[in-house]
T-cell receptor
Framework: DTAVSQTPKYLVTQMGNDKSIKCEQN?????MYWYKQDSKKFLKIMFS???????INETVPNRFSPKSPDKAHLNLHINSLELGDSAVYFC???????????????FGPGTRLTVL | AQKITQTQPGMFVQEKEAVTLDCTYD???????LFWYKQPSSGEMIFLIY??????QNATEGRYSLNFQKARKSANLVISASQLGDSAMYFC???????????FGTGTKLQVIP
C-alpha cells in the first residue's frame, strides 16, 4: 500500500564514498522530485523529472546525479560524499494534469544520510 | 520569484484549544496553489490541506482549515481542538500555475501541552 517508498531509510558512510538512494511510487504520477532537508529543517528542491525527463535542476553540485529509469522510479546517486551532504533526502511525486498549481506532492519517508 | 514566510518558529497550544499557524506568501502571479504539510518527529511529510488562488471558499479538511486572505497574501492554517498528536513541524508551501517547482516556508514547530 506504500505510495512513495525510499530505500534505504538510514545511510551512514565515509567521506569520499559514492552512494545511491532509490525511490519508487505506485500512485501512477508523472512527476517525481528530490528534496534536501537540512539540519534546520529547511526543505529545498534539488531535481524534478516528468515522464523520465529532467525538468527542474536547481543549483546542486554535479556530484549529485538523478536517474529515472521509468516514470515510477527516480534514483539519486551521490559521488564523492562530503560532510555537508549530511541531511534528510525526500523523494516526492505528483500528478501532472490540468492546472499544475493544484497538483499535490506526496512524499516518501525520507532517507537520513550521515557522512562521517 | 515566489516566497513563503512563516514567522513563528515555535508555538505552544493547550490540548483541545484551537491554534493558528501563520503563512504569508509573495508572488505576482494570479494563479497558484497553497499547501500545508505536517512533519511529526518520525520525519515523514504528510499533506494536510490545499487552497487554490481562485477558490472562493476557505479549504477545510476535518480539524484543519485554511484562512485564506488573498488581498493580504496570507494562508494561515487553523487547527481546531488540538490533540497531542498534532505536535509537529508544519510547513506552508506554494506552487505557481504552469510551474512544477514548489517553494516551502521555514516551518513552525507546534507543541501541544496536555
Amino acid at each position: 500500500d506504500t505510495a512513495v517508498s525510499q530505500t534505504p531509510k538510514y545511510l551512514v558512510t565515509q567521506m569520499g564514498n559514492d552512494k545511491s538512494i532509490k525511490c519508487e511510487q505506485n500512485l501512477g504520477h508523472d512527476t517525481m522530485y528530490w528534496y534536501k532537508q537540512d539540519s534546520k529543517k529547511f526543505l529545498k528542491i534539488m531535481f524534478s523529472y516528468n515522464n523520465k525527463e529532467l525538468i527542474i535542476n536547481e543549483t546542486v553540485p554535479n556530484r549529485f546525479s538523478p536517474k529515472s529509469p521509468d516514470k515510477a522510479h527516480l534514483n539519486l546517486h551521490i559521488n564523492s560524499l562530503e560532510l555537508g551532504d549530511s541531511a534528510v533526502y525526500f523523494c516526492a511525486s505528483s500528478p501532472m494534469r490540468g492546472d499544475p498549481s493544484k497538483n499535490t506532492q506526496y512524499f516518501g519517508p525520507g532517507t537520513r544520510l550521515t557522512v562521517l | 520569484a515566489q516566497k513563503i514566510t512563516q514567522t513563528q518558529p515555535g508555538m505552544f497550544v493547550q490540548e483541545k484549544e484551537a491554534v493558528t499557524l501563520d503563512c504569508t506568501y509573495d508572488t505576482s502571479d494570479q494563479s497558484y496553489g497553497l499547501f500545508w504539510y505536517k512533519q511529526p518527529s518520525s520525519g515523514e511529510m504528510i499533506f494536510l490541506i490545499y487552497q487554490g488562488s481562485y477558490d472562493e471558499q476557505n479549504a477545510t479538511e476535518g480539524r484543519y482549515s485554511l484562512n485564506f486572505q488573498k488581498a493580504r497574501k496570507s494562508a494561515n492554517l487553523v487547527i481546531s481542538a488540538s490533540q497531542l498528536g498534532d505536535s509537529a513541524m508544519y510547513f506552508c508551501a506554494m506552487r505557481l500555475r504552469g510551474y512544477q517547482k514548489v517553494t516551502f516556508g521555514t516551518g513552525t514547530k507546534l507543541q501541544v501541552i496536555p
